[in-house]
């Protein structure tokens, strides 16, 4: 169960392990803007803006719960760098388990968790109305999607990214597909985009199974059979998954609640601004998961690095990985300057929506620029499994954007889009400081070998 025979550290090899993960990334992306077009191109600014709110719920929810990727990839790759194939198997299980008992807790709790989620975020009551029906179905498909996020950090952590691209496809075609019958074919609106997308997350769950156990050599409860309650269970194995998991789910909120802010900015100006805005979220979906690619490029790198006790190794992998992040984060910048004004037109009908998300544009075509940095710092220190770090970091510079937001609040929705880009380089500043500290850690880890 090797990171895919463990090539070494070239361009060409990491570029070899990043590509899949570009495609698979970018058209997660892809499904965003099928969803915003499919509802877009019928007029309805009201089911637009549904969808926008409604999404920005699920991921403040959701991706609270993002540990289950992202823990499981650093400690994954920690545990394959050492050689440690039971313990690789292992970490499967324990983090399917947590995602369907959360998954399940959250489905049997989202109507207060619906209720609590509208009373903090103002759409008016059209919008809000559309963005209920999205929510609730999305909440069907919750366990699916936890148990996911599992499965895509194991196989990440192994280096598997041709496997991790083949379960993205799978999940995004299928969410396309749904989402057109339910909103184009049955009428259903927002709701039927929601309807569609949890659908798309439990024939991801059963296809990932399918993968992972043909990567294991053996299914589920197989691995149980073979490695005993007790191994799984074990003490000081799951006092590690917890504490990583606790720190990253703290960061991960504090995260989400700035995306969240910047969400409800725009509904504060109404359904027209929150629409645009929305739509130009999309082009920073796009920049996001595409460089996402060399983060969990790095993520995998940077952990089995750690695991063989290769300071070297380390310092390689982050120097290959940054040289594609800021290729691939100019590249995306100049695209998005170009061809912005022809996406806003293919993915809105409505004038008033596409004059203002033509307005901002320039903004949404710098952020690949400004993400870059803290997207790249991310990988590296998930990982190192440095969860302490990535949770203050996070924690810091979403209170100096909020500051930072509430400063500009006079402006408009220019000073929204303002605070949101610096928001960007608050994130890399406040990570990086912990940097050095990292290094000299990994430094005398490879000493003490």
Known sequence: MAAESSPPLTRGSIFAQAWPIMLGQASVPLVGIVDAAVVGRTGDAAALAGVALGATIISMVFWSFGFLRMGMTGLTAQADGAGDRREV???????????????AALLALHWPISWLAFTLLSGGAEVSHE????????????????????????????????????LQVVVNLANIVLDILFVWGMGLGAAGVGT??????????????????????RGPMAIIRGLGWATLFDRAALTRLFAVNRDLMLRTVALLFLFIWFANAGA?????????NHVLLQFVSVAAFVLDAFAFTAES??????????????????????????LGAAALALLFWVVGDMAINAITTNPDARNAASTFLPFAALIPLLGMPSWLLDGIFIGATAGRALRNAALVSTCAYLALDLALRPWGNLGVWAAFSASYVLRAGTLGAYLPGLLASVRRSAAAR
């Open 196 to 217: 569609g997308t949890a659908g798309a997350e439990w024939i991801a769950l059963a296809v990932g199974l399918a993968i992972s156990a043909r990567i294991a050599g």
């Open 301 to 326: 790198r940077i952990g089995q690095a750690i695991g063989a006790g290769s300071e070297t190794r380390f310092r390689r992998a982050i120097r290959l990985t940054g040289e594609f992040s800021l």
């Open 131 to 166: 963005a209920a029906g999205y929510v609730s179905a999305r909440f069907f498909g919750a366990p699916a999607a936890l148990c996911v996020f599992a499965i895509n950090g194991w196989l990440l952590g192994l280096g598997r990214t041709r496997a991790a691209l083949a």
């Open 268 to 276: 504060r100006q109404g359904a027209v601004v929150l629409a645009a």
């Open 89 to 103: 198997e292992a970490l499967l299980l324990r983090s399917l388990l947590i995602g369907a008992a959360i998954g």
